[in-house]
């Protein structure tokens, strides 16, 4: 009964476990497009206000302009050259999810193989006959006393 079972209960297992994991991904994307959308949304309204230091960085980052009263940063790290992207600094970053680790037992390769889950039906299904066939033994004793 133990090895049915096993055959039934280990594929579903699996396909559950495949099935929550899509669903957390789903999730996981929808989460990130949302905070994508709220960030580009609010990048726009602060365009909309012209808001003075994103127009003043802007200016700075896009057309190579600043101010007569500032002084530009320049980034001797990275060989005095800014990117000029503002989408790298508005950009969410997405975290994914693990996909699920498959069963790595004996008995999980059996019950998922193609050929070898039949062999297990089969198997189970004739040990369960034999389970279930009356003892012969007892009923000779009994009978003979």
């Not at 495949?18 to 309204?45: G, I, K, M, N, P």
């Not at 498959?102 to 040990?127: C, K, Q």
């Amino acid at each position: 009964m133990a090895l049915l079972s096993a055959t039934v209960l280990i594929p579903a297992q699996r396909d559950l476990d495949e099935a929550q994991w899509h669903a957390q991904r789903a999730v996981a994307v929808e989460r990130y497009r949302t905070d994508r959308l709220e960030r580009y949304s609010a990048f726009r309204d602060a365009l909309d206000r012209r808001d003075t230091p994103l127009v003043l960085g802007l200016l700075q980052t896009q057309l190579h302009l600043s101010p007569v009263d500032r002084t530009p940063l320049v980034d001797m790290a990275g060989g005095g050259s800014l990117s000029g992207s503002v989408f790298a600094r508005i950009e969410p970053r997405f975290e994914p999810i693990a996909a699920p680790e498959p069963m790595r037992s004996a008995l999980g390769r059996l019950a998922t193989g193609e050929r070898s889950r039949l062999w297990l039906v089969v198997i189970g299904a004739v040990l369960m006959l034999v389970g279930l066939l009356p003892g012969g033994t007892l009923e000779r004793a009994h009978a003979g006393r």
